[in-house]
C-alpha cells in the first residue's frame, strides 16, 4: 500500500528553527510536495522536490533523499504566524497525490 | 474574482437527500479535482478531472458523482448524502506542479 507519515504535532519557540520529518511509501514516485493550512483554511502549496537535496525559500527549506524515502521542511526563525498544519504529499506513478495527515505545529512565545 | 470559488461554505442536510458541491476555476487549468478532508486523515481525492468531459476515479469515490462540461466548472453531487460524508470538501485546479485549493466547503449530513 501507500503511506506517508509525519509527525502529528510539534512544539517550538519563536525565533527558533524547527524540522518536520515525513517518510513516504508509494508506487512510483514524481515529487514530493510541501503545503501549509492555518485553521479553518484551504492547504497553500510552499514547496516542490523532485531531486534529491535541498530547496530553500525564505525562511523555508525542503530536502529530499529518494533513496531514503524521507524529506523533511525546515522552517526558521519561527514567527506566530507559522502555527499551522504542514502537509507532506508525494506525487505518485498515476501522478496523483498522495497525502499525510499532517503536522500540527504549535509555537510558543 | 480571479481564482478558485466553491460554494456553499457551509451546508447542513439530512440522511439521503442530494447535494451539489460548486467549484469553479478562472485560470482555465485543465486539471480539477475533489477531495475531502477529515480528522486524523490526510486529504483524500475523490474524482478528478484532465479536461473538460475527462474525468475518473480517485481513492475514495463511492457514493459521489461528477461532471465537467466546462473547464471552469468541476461540481461534485453525493446522490444520496450519508453520516460518513461529513467532511470539509476542497476543490483544487493545477495548470502544473502546484496545486490551488478552494476555500472549502464544510458539509455535515444529520
Known amino acids: 500500500g501507500q503511506n506517508i507519515d509525519q509527525p502529528t504535532e510539534m512544539t517550538a519557540t519563536e525565533g527558533a528553527i524547527v524540522q518536520i520529518n515525513c517518510t513516504y511509501q508509494?508506487?512510483?514516485?514524481?515529487?514530493l510536495f510541501w503545503y501549509q493550512q492555518h485553521a479553518g483554511e484551504a492547504p497553500t502549496f510552499l514547496s516542490y522536490n523532485v531531486l534529491d537535496g535541498l530547496e530553500e525559500k525564505g525562511r523555508f527549506s525542503s530536502f529530499l533523499s529518494r533513496s531514503k524515502g524521507y524529506s523533511y521542511l525546515l522552517l526558521k526563525e519561527l514567527q506566530m504566524k507559522d502555527s499551522a498544519s504542514y502537509l507532506c504529499a508525494v506525487r505518485d506513478s498515476n501522478y496523483q497525490l498522495i497525502w499525510g495527515a499532517g503536522t500540527k505545529l504549535i509555537i510558543k512565545p | 474574482d480571479a481564482g478558485i470559488t466553491q460554494s456553499p461554505r457551509y451546508k447542513i442536510t439530512e440522511t439521503g437527500r442530494q447535494v451539489t458541491l460548486m467549484c469553479h476555476q478562472t485560470?482555465?487549468?485543465?486539471?480539477m479535482f475533489w477531495y475531502r478532508q477529515d480528522l486524523g486523515h490526510g486529504l483524500r481525492l475523490i474524482y478528478y478531472s484532465a479536461a473538460a468531459d475527462i474525468t475518473d476515479k480517485g481513492e475514495v469515490p463511492d457514493g459521489y458523482v461528477v461532471s465537467r462540461s466546462k473547464t471552469e466548472n468541476f461540481p461534485l453531487t453525493l446522490e444520496s448524502a450519508t453520516r460518513s460524508q461529513t467532511s470539509v470538501y476542497f476543490c483544487?485546479?493545477?495548470?502544473?506542479?502546484?496545486?490551488?485549493f478552494g476555500p472549502g466547503t464544510r458539509l455535515t449530513v444529520l
Open positions: 485560470w482555465s487549468h485543465s486539471y
Open positions: 483544487a485546479s493545477s495548470g502544473g506542479n502546484e496545486q490551488f
Open positions: 508509494t508506487s512510483g514516485f514524481n515529487g
